[in-house]
């Protein structure tokens, strides 16, 4: 069974960084690419970045400059968002998705930018 687990949220001022992590268990059969979404208060869950199998990199524009998508394929597929210079409006749960044969979800990392 995969299973997603994202560690590294937390409370941060404005001007800020964080480094979320996302760990994959088990053995899925294929991962064509692997994303963070984020979801805010009252608002839609949105895409924030993705990382394909081949290592290209997609981003919001909201985060363009600010935040970076890497994964380690040697340490099981982790997947990592380095976020700098964060805002307010950074504010949300974050979650860590797996697409490949079927789509995965972790339960998702709370992070609050606020003085």
């Known amino acids: 069974q995969v299973q997603l687990a994202e560690s590294g949220g937390g409370l941060v001022q404005p001007g800020g960084s964080l480094r979320l992590s996302c760990a994959v268990s088990?053995?899925?059969?294929?991962?064509?690419?692997m994303g963070w979404f984020r979801q805010a208060p009252g608002k839609q869950r949105e895409l924030v970045a993705e990382?394909?199998?081949?290592?290209?990199?997609?981003y919001a524009d909201s985060v363009k400059g600010r935040f970076t998508i890497s994964r380690d394929n040697a340490a099981g597929n982790t997947v990592y968002l380095q976020m700098n210079s964060l805002k307010p409006e950074d504010t949300g749960v974050y979650y860590c998705?797996?697409?490949?044969?079927?789509?995965?979800w972790g339960q998702g990392t709370q992070v609050t930018v606020s003085s």
């Open positions: 088990g053995r899925p059969f294929s991962i064509d690419e």
């Open positions: 990382i394909t199998a081949g290592g290209s990199t997609n």
């Open positions: 998705r797996l697409h490949g044969r079927l789509y995965y």
